[in-house]
């Protein structure tokens, strides 16, 4: 039972260049979050997807940067022209439910990819 | 201004005994509370969730409080083991998220166990 899934795990980047960054989330769940975590930072979330869907995308930055979740495939996360203040890990999560009040669904990490730009 | 704050500094305990992590947050009225802990190189792993209906949680050798009246968690670790060596986050989804688990984390304390 795969848990989530990111790739590449390590990525270089020069200023300019596309970033593209993948997350599979674990079997059955349709809801992925994604979060960055800068050095000694904590993580900061970005934006939240279902599938064919962008619910919440109120963490991104308003340029350069999409998310998408297609109907088949991972989810994607995009950054155009990076610069080196984009140099993070960045994570995602998936969950199987939806929180309704008490009823919390608990978030399964990746294990992040790593982005440096030079 | 909304804040979720950690103690920066790294707690160094000897093993066997508890270390307390602390948690506080201004500005905020979460439903529930969350710890995770990380690796280095991982991602976080989530190890507890209290509401704010819950003055205490139990699992194994942790346990955590939830004060909302002073804004505050403790995560606590009994008879700690050098395994236990890990950043631990705490975790809280603002009231008026949407209800979808959008995750705010504070930064993390750094918990180092000595043999």
């Known amino acids: 039972n795969a848990g989530v899934m990111q790739n590449p795990r390590h990525l270089v980047r020069r200023r300019g260049q596309e970033a593209r960054l993948r997350c599979s989330p674990m079997k059955g769940h349709s809801h992925v979050y994604w979060y960055r975590q800068l050095p000694e930072e904590g993580l900061k979330f970005m934006v939240y997807l279902q599938k064919e869907n962008i619910i919440d995308e109120s963490g991104m930055p308003k340029e350069r940067f999409s998310a998408e979740f297609p109907k088949e495939g991972p989810s994607i996360l995009r950054i155009q022209q990076v610069v080196r203040g984009d140099s993070a890990a960045y994570f995602c999560?998936?969950?199987?439910?939806?929180?309704?009040?008490?009823?919390?669904?608990?978030?399964?990490f990746g294990p992040g990819t790593r982005l440096t730009v030079l | 201004s909304q804040k979720i704050e950690q103690n920066s500094e790294a707690l160094n305990i000897q093993e066997g005994k508890t270390a307390t992590l602390t948690c506080n947050y201004t500005n905020y009225s979460p439903a529930y509370l969350q710890w995770y802990r990380q690796d280095p190189g991982r991602g976080p792993v989530f190890l507890l969730l209290i509401r704010e209906n819950e003055k205490e949680k139990r699992k194994e050798r942790l346990k955590v409080t939830f004060d909302t009246t002073l804004k505050q968690s403790l995560f606590h670790i009994t008879a700690s083991q050098p395994a236990d060596s890990a950043t631990y986050l705490c975790a809280l989804e603002p009231t008026g998220s949407g209800g979808y688990n959008k995750l705010i984390f504070g930064a993390g304390t750094r918990l180092a166990v000595h043999p």
């Open positions: 999560a998936s969950s199987s439910t939806r929180s309704q009040g008490f009823a919390m669904s608990e978030q399964f």
